[in-house]
Protein backbone atom coordinates (compact mmCIF):
# COMPACT_ATOMS: atom_id res chain seq x y z
CA UNK A 1 0.00 0.00 0.00
CA UNK A 2 2.83 2.53 1.20
CA UNK A 3 4.57 1.69 -2.24
CA UNK A 4 1.44 1.98 -4.57
CA UNK A 5 1.11 5.50 -2.82
CA UNK A 6 4.57 6.72 -3.43
CA UNK A 7 4.67 5.15 -6.70
CA UNK A 8 1.13 7.18 -7.74
CA UNK A 9 2.84 10.47 -5.77
CA UNK A 10 5.68 10.13 -7.91
CA UNK A 11 3.70 9.82 -11.33
CA UNK A 12 1.72 12.54 -10.38
CA UNK A 13 4.56 15.08 -9.56
CA UNK A 14 5.86 16.99 -12.53
CA UNK A 15 9.29 15.36 -13.18
CA UNK A 16 12.55 17.26 -14.32
CA UNK A 17 12.27 17.82 -17.74
CA UNK A 18 15.83 17.16 -20.05
CA UNK A 19 15.98 20.67 -20.43
CA UNK A 20 17.87 21.82 -17.58
CA UNK A 21 20.27 19.05 -18.48
CA UNK A 22 20.86 20.09 -21.59
CA UNK A 23 21.69 23.46 -20.20
CA UNK A 24 24.23 22.08 -18.17
CA UNK A 25 26.01 20.46 -20.74
CA UNK A 26 25.74 22.89 -23.10
CA UNK A 27 27.29 25.53 -20.27
CA UNK A 28 30.18 22.63 -19.40
CA UNK A 29 31.00 22.12 -22.98
CA UNK A 30 31.52 25.95 -23.45
CA UNK A 31 33.40 26.25 -20.69
CA UNK A 32 36.00 23.47 -21.56
CA UNK A 33 35.75 24.71 -25.28
CA UNK A 34 36.67 28.34 -23.72
CA UNK A 35 39.51 26.96 -21.33
CA UNK A 36 41.46 24.99 -24.00
CA UNK A 37 41.27 28.37 -26.56
CA UNK A 38 42.29 30.20 -23.52
CA UNK A 39 45.39 27.75 -23.19
CA UNK A 40 46.18 27.65 -27.20
CA UNK A 41 46.19 31.82 -26.91
CA UNK A 42 48.36 31.77 -24.09
CA UNK A 43 50.75 28.80 -25.48
CA UNK A 44 51.08 31.00 -28.66
CA UNK A 45 51.51 34.37 -26.95
CA UNK A 46 54.38 32.80 -24.90
CA UNK A 47 56.23 30.40 -27.34
CA UNK A 48 55.09 32.54 -30.60
CA UNK A 49 57.99 34.39 -32.37
CA UNK A 50 57.11 37.71 -34.31
CA UNK A 51 60.32 38.93 -36.03
CA UNK A 52 63.76 37.76 -36.46
CA UNK A 53 66.58 39.41 -37.12
CA UNK A 54 69.99 40.42 -36.95
CA UNK A 55 71.23 44.15 -35.23
CA UNK A 56 74.53 45.61 -35.38
CA UNK A 57 77.18 47.88 -33.06
CA UNK A 58 78.77 47.46 -29.79
CA UNK A 59 77.52 46.15 -26.38
CA UNK A 60 77.36 48.52 -24.02
CA UNK A 61 76.06 46.77 -20.66
CA UNK A 62 75.04 43.63 -19.69
CA UNK A 63 73.11 43.31 -16.49
CA UNK A 64 70.80 41.09 -14.36
CA UNK A 65 67.91 43.03 -13.07
CA UNK A 66 65.06 42.67 -11.55
CA UNK A 67 63.56 42.07 -7.76
CA UNK A 68 61.24 39.35 -7.85
CA UNK A 69 62.59 38.01 -11.24
CA UNK A 70 65.99 37.97 -12.32
CA UNK A 71 66.57 38.89 -15.64
CA UNK A 72 69.68 39.51 -18.13
CA UNK A 73 69.26 42.88 -19.55
CA UNK A 74 71.56 44.88 -22.07
CA UNK A 75 71.73 47.52 -24.62
CA UNK A 76 73.46 47.72 -27.94
CA UNK A 77 74.74 50.97 -29.31
CA UNK A 78 73.77 51.09 -32.76
CA UNK A 79 75.86 53.53 -33.99
CA UNK A 80 74.32 55.49 -36.66
CA UNK A 81 75.69 59.01 -35.51
CA UNK A 82 72.75 60.64 -37.03
CA UNK A 83 71.40 58.44 -39.68
CA UNK A 84 68.04 58.78 -38.53
CA UNK A 85 66.71 62.18 -38.63
CA UNK A 86 64.60 63.67 -35.94
CA UNK A 87 65.89 60.61 -33.36
CA UNK A 88 67.81 61.84 -30.34
CA UNK A 89 71.05 59.94 -29.78
CA UNK A 90 69.55 58.08 -26.75
CA UNK A 91 67.07 56.31 -29.25
CA UNK A 92 69.80 54.90 -31.49
CA UNK A 93 70.12 51.90 -29.22
CA UNK A 94 68.43 48.66 -28.78
CA UNK A 95 67.69 47.42 -25.74
CA UNK A 96 67.17 43.34 -25.16
CA UNK A 97 66.84 40.33 -22.99
CA UNK A 98 69.60 37.08 -22.26
CA UNK A 99 67.36 34.00 -22.01
CA UNK A 100 67.99 32.26 -19.05
CA UNK A 101 68.65 29.10 -21.06
CA UNK A 102 71.61 30.63 -22.46
CA UNK A 103 74.81 31.32 -20.10
CA UNK A 104 77.10 31.24 -22.87
CA UNK A 105 75.00 33.96 -24.78
CA UNK A 106 75.83 36.28 -21.38
CA UNK A 107 79.44 35.08 -20.99
CA UNK A 108 80.01 36.30 -24.52
CA UNK A 109 78.22 39.74 -23.93
CA UNK A 110 79.76 40.61 -20.88
CA UNK A 111 83.50 39.61 -22.92
CA UNK A 112 82.67 42.17 -25.84
CA UNK A 113 80.50 44.54 -23.87
CA UNK A 114 83.85 44.66 -21.72
CA UNK A 115 86.58 44.57 -25.05
CA UNK A 116 84.23 47.40 -27.19
CA UNK A 117 84.17 45.45 -29.86
CA UNK A 118 81.55 45.25 -32.64
CA UNK A 119 78.85 42.77 -32.79
CA UNK A 120 76.02 41.54 -34.53
CA UNK A 121 73.32 40.34 -32.48
CA UNK A 122 70.38 37.67 -33.64
CA UNK A 123 67.50 38.31 -31.73
CA UNK A 124 63.71 36.80 -31.86
CA UNK A 125 60.48 39.26 -31.40
CA UNK A 126 58.43 37.87 -29.18
CA UNK A 127 54.60 38.69 -29.60
CA UNK A 128 53.87 40.00 -25.45
CA UNK A 129 56.79 40.53 -22.75
CA UNK A 130 56.21 38.31 -19.39
CA UNK A 131 58.01 39.96 -16.48
CA UNK A 132 59.81 36.28 -15.63
CA UNK A 133 60.98 36.50 -19.01
CA UNK A 134 62.64 39.70 -19.21
CA UNK A 135 62.05 43.94 -19.58
CA UNK A 136 61.60 43.67 -23.18
CA UNK A 137 60.24 41.68 -26.29
CA UNK A 138 63.61 41.17 -27.87
CA UNK A 139 65.52 38.21 -26.79
CA UNK A 140 68.98 37.66 -27.52
CA UNK A 141 70.01 34.13 -29.32
CA UNK A 142 73.37 34.46 -30.24
CA UNK A 143 76.00 36.53 -30.81
CA UNK A 144 78.47 36.91 -33.61
CA UNK A 145 82.02 38.46 -33.29
CA UNK A 146 83.03 40.31 -36.24
CA UNK A 147 86.49 41.12 -34.47
CA UNK A 148 86.34 45.35 -35.50
CA UNK A 149 87.44 47.04 -32.03
CA UNK A 150 85.68 50.20 -31.30
CA UNK A 151 88.71 53.26 -30.64
Known sequence: MIIFA?????????????????????????????????????????YGIYDEGVRSGTVLRVSKKGVLFKTYEGQLNLQTFG???????????????????????????EDVALSGERVNLRYVKRYVRFPWRGD???FIIEVERTGALQK
Request: charged letters at 20%; zero cysteines.
Open 6 to 46: LYNKAMTEPSLSPEPKKKRHFVRNLLIILFFLFIGVMLFLY
Open 136 to 138: TKY
Open 83 to 109: AMKGVTPFMETFNFSISKKSPEVVQEL
